[in-house]
């Protein structure tokens, strides 16, 4: 169960004996530094860091925020570094191994990143969030009976949640269950007939199943709901490719290939696509656009979920 509140890290003695001042000046620099609103949140961290009057669990929260904080095309290089120093300092600091997993999974360094979604498990084995997150990646590593492993547990925990319930499809149509991926799924459409998501999961059921007029018929859902939804572009490229029709596969592979990438399959989705222009005769793919939304957002004290492009607030004593 996560937490609400966020707990104050402690301003340490050496500033409490400076003054009055320098009290008001570290506890900005923390509340920056945590919040990660400025252009410099990561250069206050650093700041921080700097001082040399934080050790121990305090230390390891100042990397962590300073690894949160990090923009720029190198940005997931330099998280990992202070991920990997909070965690040299403090090894049981859950959230560095759950945002190191976020950053590792969206490189695309699959085995790494669920390496470190089995350690936050290891210490915190009661959210339905990392089991889903991790069922995901073992799906894309090919390895269904692993992944349905791992989303039962999650719906056991949370068995309310349609993301939950999604995945749970996909992964019976990953082994050959189409009816029973389709009888999941058609119970999320109906309850969330808004959901571009629900439609795409229901038109990749649907296209294993080589039920393709059906599968178009989704994506058109899905994508009348979402316009630049990169997956959905990519599995109609896929169903055209597969009919013969290379000029609409082409048509659909670009539009995949040139949208920003907002969600985390965005980029696998894109990546297809991109290689399948290619493949198609005269094929060139064209540059991807890129987004600009932070690989991972948090603040200390709380943890980033990518799924639901939202921070929740956990415990402070991981």
Known sequence: MLRTGIAVVAIVAPVLLAGPAAVASEKKDWADCAAGE???????????????????????????????????PDS???????????????????????????????????????????????????????????????????????????????????????????????????????EGALGEVNRIVAANPGSAESYYVRAEVQHRAQRLDAAVADLDKALAIEAGFTAAHTLMGRIWEARGDRERAAASYTRAATQPVTRFDGGWAQKTARERLVALPGGAAPSPRVSTQ????????RKFVASAGMTVATSCED
């Open 38 to 72: 400025k252009p410099d949140s990561a250069a206050i961290c650093s700041r921080l860091i700097a001082r040399g009057n934080l050790s121990g669990l305090d230390l390891a929260r100042a990397y962590y925020n300073r690894g949160n904080n990090h923009r720029g």
């Open 76 to 178: 997931a290089t330099r998280a990992i570094a202070d991920y990997n120093k909070a965690l040299s300092i403090a090894p049981r600091h859950a959230n560095s191994y759950y945002n190191r997993a976020i950053v590792y999974r969206d490189m695309g360094i699959l085995d790494e990143a669920i390496s470190d979604f089995s350690s936050y498990i290891a210490l915190k084995s009661d959210e339905a969030e990392t089991y889903y997150q991790r069922a995901r990646l073992w799906r894309l590593k090919g390895a269904p009976d692993r992944a349905a492993i791992d989303i039962d547990l999650a719906a056991a925990i949370d068995p309310s949640s349609y993301r939950i319930t999604l995945v749970k499809a996909l992964v019976r149509s990953d082994r050959g269950d189409f």
């Open 294 to 301: 932070s690989t991972v957002r948090a603040l200390d004290c």
